[in-house]
């Protein structure tokens, strides 16, 4: 059954009334609102990831996304909700990619391996470390507790893939996988060469699954 996360990370309008919006290149005002805030927040990850070449204020943002300096704030209260909305959606997109891995592998064997290759290959893309660096941040208390839930989330695929397993010491294996994919984080990113780490990991993790500790 497929899996969905994060639910709706649109937050309340804010500022003017909707008849003040802008002409609206969307068929609806509703999407064009989603459209605006799609582009504040892509805006924002572009900045963030400039490696602090660029500072992130309201302007920045806004010129990022093409709208106003003022307008910003007809979707968003604060630059800071803008920080919480990317981080809340960057953990979300990457739990529900990591379940839709797993969901395809064709046995849970292959499902623990699928698990393990889809956590370190988003890391390799440099995802990781965005949102590392942006958990790490003064995010709000609500921001918080949806990065926190989502790491749940990502665990209980594991969890759920090694039940199926019908191994005598699941634990011992959701405890080996874990570890392995929290060693390997940090050797994979955009500016270090991934694929030689992920398939020794796969390689790895298959080894872990095959293991009877019985023996």
């Not at 999407?31 to 605006?36: A, D, G, I, Q, T």
């Not at 920080?83 to 997109?93: H, I, M, P, T």
């Not at 050797?187 to 019985?214: Q, S």
Request: net charge negative.
């Amino acid at each position: 059954m497929p899996r969905t996360f994060g639910g709706s990370l649109r937050p309340p309008p804010y500022g003017k009334p909707e008849d003040d919006v802008p002409k609206i290149s969307a068929d609806t005002l509703a999407e064009h609102r989603e459209e605006v805030l799609s582009a504040l927040m892509e805006g924002t990850k572009r900045i963030l990831l400039s490696g602090g070449e660029r500072k992130l204020t309201a302007g920045s943002v806004a010129a990022e996304a093409g709208i106003a300096r003022n307008s910003i704030y007809r979707y968003v209260a604060s630059v800071d909700d803008l920080v919480d909305l990317v981080v809340a959606k960057g953990f979300a997109d990457w739990a529900a990619a990591v379940a839709a891995a797993v969901d395809e592998a064709p046995d849970a064997p292959a499902g623990v391996v699928a698990y393990v290759r889809s956590n370190l290959t988003l890391a390799a893309s440099g995802d990781h470390t965005l949102q590392s660096s942006l958990s790490r941040a003064h995010l709000s208390d609500g921001a918080r507790r949806r990065i926190v839930d989502l790491h749940r989330q990502i665990s209980a695929v594991l969890h759920d893939t090694v039940a199926r397993l019908d191994a005598p010491r699941p634990d011992l294996i959701i405890t080996a996988i874990e570890a392995l994919v929290g060693s390997a984080l940090s050797l994979v990113g955009p500016d270090a060469p991934a694929d030689e780490v992920i398939e020794f990991m796969c390689g790895a993790a298959a080894a872990i699954v095959t293991t009877d500790p019985r023996v």
